[in-house]
């Protein structure tokens, strides 16, 4: 259960977010975001969303009041073409606060599971334990960056191959420290993404994935699935797939990492 006073008294005005929005239940903490007129800065949670979104289209569906699921509407000075830099930064920072939040139940060997998996999925162990949305507003700048952790949650439909950070340490998580955590992650390195840091933030982003090398399944809109191996991971925001005779970048799509057990 959030503790929406300590959120709110630890967090607003702190330079990085402005007003904190609990929602008991909400269709999509992004959706909300998005399209009603709630300040810049603000953070909306909920302890359950009725019609989380994914990546390509996907559901984001969790278990009421178990996980972290959280939207930040900010201003971030990136032009069309930096976009990639959001999903870097944000990927990254929460990848550390989690490295961090873990440290205390693991071993440091033990945390070497965790990593990012492109674009902005967090996995431990292969399996997904986080991902991220992030939608923009254009021109005016505006990004929903749209994270949805698992926590508390200790069953999931086989198929999408899931973990929470409960299952992972054993112990309950306590769901508004590590809120805390993630946003205090977030808001000491901003100046990294006001400053343009975009070289160290790709470098810090790729140096937090093992996919590089490894075979995988890649499929783009509905376009039949290819098998390939990952060549490498660019500053641009592409994934860059080997098959046979060639190697083709792509900007979007989803990669399914085959031969892993
Ligand atoms: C993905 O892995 O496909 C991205 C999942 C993002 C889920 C979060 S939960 C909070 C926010 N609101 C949404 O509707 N989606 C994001």
């Keep these: 259960m959030i503790d929406i006073e300590i959120l709110k008294s630890s967090l607003e005005g702190n330079g990085f977010i402005s007003s904190v929005i609990y929602l008991d239940e909400v269709n999509s903490t992004n959706t909300y975001a998005k399209n009603k007129d709630i300040p810049i800065d603000s953070l909306i949670v909920t302890d359950l969303q009725s019609e989380g979104k994914g990546r390509l289209g996907r559901k984001w569906l969790t278990e009421k009041q178990s996980n972290l699921t959280f939207s930040i509407k900010k201003k971030l ?7 990639q830099f959001a999903v870097f930064y944000f990927s990254y920072y929460l990848y550390s606060a989690v490295k961090n939040y873990l440290s205390a139940a693991l071993t440091s060997q033990e945390t070497e599971e965790l990593q990012i998996k492109w674009p902005n999925d967090i996995l431990f162990n292969w399996k997904k334990l986080s991902g991220i949305l992030i939608e923009s507003v254009l021109p005016e700048g505006i990004y929903i960056i749209g994270i949805g952790l698992n926590c508390n949650q200790t069953g999931f439909p086989k198929e999408i191959n899931a973990v929470s950070l ?3 340490t054993g112990n309950e998580i306590d769901l508004t420290n590590l809120l ?3 946003i205090k ?3 000491v390195h ?3 993404l006001e400053n343009e840091n975009f070289g160290y933030i790709y470098n810090n982003w790729k140096k937090s994935t093992k996919i590089i090398g490894k075979d995988c ?3 783009i809109n509905n376009e039949k699935a290819k098998y390939g191996k990952i060549s ?3 500053e641009d925001g592409s994934i860059s797939i080997q098959y046979n005779d060639q190697i083709v970048n792509y900007f979007s799509g989803e990669v399914k990492l085959t031969g892993i057990k």
């Design 77 to 83: 000075p990136l032009s069309p073409a930096e976009n």
């Design 166 to 168: 409960k299952q992972i």
């Design 180 to 182: 805390l955590n993630i």
């Design 185 to 187: 992650e977030f808001s």
């Design 190 to 192: 901003f100046s990294e």
């Design 217 to 219: 399944e890649f499929q």
């Design 232 to 234: 490498d991971l660019n």
